[in-house]
Each structure stands twice: as structure tokens, then as C-alpha cells.
């Protein structure tokens, strides 16, 4: 492309322009040694902190990551925003950032980049170019292929313990875009209503898996880690109603860890919820036999239980 034609492309798809250096700036700061926590996903943005669903797609793992998805993004990104407008494009971006992103961290221990949104847009345009006229040959068979092969490989990298790949967020934003392209492509009301309500009902979906019901769906060994860290933080921070609630979700997402549920007992006992303390404290000793300190603070608090009522 000529200069005067990139610059037109980029004063039209400014939002897919946004995008894309966005994640080369936080990508570029994460690689020069910075700290990008902050941004990723983790329990957190269910409490408190919703950005991560949008921010944890900028980071990316090593520049083939980065490449891929830059590429891709531009191309189907633009292609949709020379069609829909810069708004309706960012918000597709934030739609399919948050639902692959929700999707993976329910199952997984969540991930990062822009590989959900590309799937979704992949997705979306594999549907219209069948359906609108005005999408017409977006995605050919090669395309097709290309993204099939590629989706199939990752998955066996990631079994194989090659290279960690964020699978089900690709998956997720496949579908996500599959439907909002269906939903677009509707030629009557009620199949519109149809194709929104349905991904409505997918978004409330992921949502529901990634949060009380991520014990259910979830198959990292690490599930529940991040809700103990942070009701740890909650327990130091003297906040024990925020502790309770915290580690409860732990133990409800993995129930085998002694020191959660000493820390639960503990902030139990903060609050004088006498009986629940004395329960958790024994279901720490329970599964430490060699913790004395447990056994003592379940008896402490059976007493004080009876005392109280």
C-alpha cells in the first residue's frame, strides 16, 4: 500500500488501529522487563477490577503470538469496521476480548492476547461473507482451512507440552463471532431476536462458568489459588466479611488445601461466627493431622459456640 492509502485506512478503522497499538505498547512494556499483572486475568475482575477482561487480550506471549494476531486483527478487523464504524467495531472488540477471555479463565487458568478476538472476527466474517453481500469473499476456503489447521495444531501443542496455547478462548470467540455474525445477517425479526438472544445467553454462560461455577468446569490444578490470594490479602487487610466470602469461593473451587480453611476459621472467628470456625478449623486439621494449632482453635471455638448461644 502507498503511504496516502495507509493513512486512509487508518483514519477510517480507528478502532482496529487502537487496538492493535495498544497491544504492541503493552506487549513492548512487558517485554522490556515491566510488570503487566496488573492487567492480566485473574479472580479480580470479578472483584472489583473488570478491566482485566479487556486488558489481558493486549500482552502477548513471544512475536510469533504478537505477529499472528496483529495480522489478523487488521485484516478482519478493518474489513468490518469500513462496514460497521469505529463504535459498533470497538465494542465488538470488547465483546469478543471479554467473552473468549471469560470462556478460557473458566476452564483454564485464563491466558493472553488477541487470539480471541481474532477467532471471533474470523468467526463473525466466515458467516457474513455467505449471508451480506457487502462481505462478500471476506473468507475464502483457504482462509478456512488456514485457521482450522492452525486451531487443531495448537490444541496438540498444548498437549504435547510444546507451547501453551489459549485454546478454549479460541474456540469461544470462533462461536461468539459466529453468532453476532448470524445475528447481523438475519433477514427477519424474530431470527435476529434469535441470534441475540443467544449470545447473550453464551456471554451469561462463560460468566456463570467463571465464577461460582468455575469448581464444576474448571480442570487447572491451580483453581482456587487466585481467590485465596486474595482473601489472604482480605485476612491481612482486617476486612473479614470480604475474607469470608474470598475464601469460601476457595475451598468451594478446591477443597483439599488445610491452610485455606484455617484461614477461613480464622476469619470466622474474627467475626464470631463461633460454630463456622470451629468447622473449618477441624476441616484443616482433618486434612493436616500434624497441625496441632488447628485442632486447638476448633475446640476453642466449640466452646465459645456453646457459651454463645
Not at 481474532?118 to 457474513?128: A, I, S, T
Not at 445475528?183 to 434469535?194: F, G, N, Q
Not at 441475540?196 to 467463571?210: E, Y
Request: hydrophobic letters at 50%; proline letters at 2%; a neutral charge.
Amino acid at each position: 500500500m502507498k503511504p496516502r492509502e495507509i493513512l486512509a485506512a487508518i483514519s477510517t478503522c480507528q478502532a482496529t488501529c487502537l487496538v492493535l497499538f495498544a497491544a504492541v505498547a503493552f506487549t513492548g512494556w512487558w517485554w522490556a522487563g515491566n510488570d503487566v499483572e496488573r492487567w492480566t486475568l485473574d479472580a479480580r475482575a470479578f472483584h472489583g477490577e473488570p478491566w482485566r477482561l479487556l486488558t489481558s487480550s493486549l500482552p502477548h506471549v513471544d512475536i510469533i503470538h504478537l505477529i499472528f494476531n496483529l495480522y489478523w486483527v487488521w485484516v478482519f478487523g478493518a474489513r468490518i469496521e469500513s462496514v460497521f464504524g469505529s463504535i459498533r467495531t470497538a465494542g465488538l472488540f470488547a465483546l469478543l476480548a471479554a467473552g473468549s477471555a471469560e470462556a478460557e479463565y473458566a476452564v483454564f487458568e485464563g491466558g493472553v492476547g488477541l487470539s480471541g478476538v481474532g477467532y471471533g472476527l474470523f468467526g463473525m466474517l466466515w458467516v457474513l461473507s455467505d449471508r451480506d453481500a457487502r462481505f462478500s469473499g471476506a473468507i475464502d476456503r483457504r482462509t478456512i482451512e488456514m485457521f482450522g489447521a492452525w486451531f487443531f495444531l495448537c490444541i496438540a501443542l498444548s498437549v504435547a507440552g510444546v507451547w501453551q496455547v489459549a485454546n478454549v478462548a479460541h474456540g469461544a470467540g470462533a462461536v461468539l463471532g459466529a453468532i453476532v455474525g448470524a445475528a447481523v445477517a438475519a433477514r427477519s425479526r424474530l431470527r435476529r431476536a434469535a441470534g441475540w438472544l443467544g449470545l447473550v445467553s453464551a456471554l451469561v454462560l462463560t460468566t456463570c462458568g467463571c465464577t461460582f461455577g468455575r469448581r464444576y468446569v474448571n480442570f487447572s490444578e491451580h483453581v482456587g489459588d487466585d481467590l485465596a490470594y486474595l482473601g489472604y490479602e482480605a485476612l491481612i487487610d482486617d476486612d473479614y466479611p470480604r475474607a469470608v466470602r474470598l475464601f469460601e469461593s476457595a475451598v468451594a473451587a478446591n477443597d483439599r488445601v488445610p491452610g485455606w480453611w484455617k484461614d477461613l476459621g480464622i476469619a470466622y472467628q474474627q467475626l464470631k461466627r463461633f460454630s463456622d470456625a470451629a468447622d473449618a478449623f477441624q476441616r484443616a486439621h482433618d486434612l493436616d493431622p500434624s497441625d496441632a494449632e488447628t485442632k486447638q482453635a476448633a475446640d476453642y471455638c466449640r466452646a465459645r459456640a456453646r457459651t454463645s448461644t
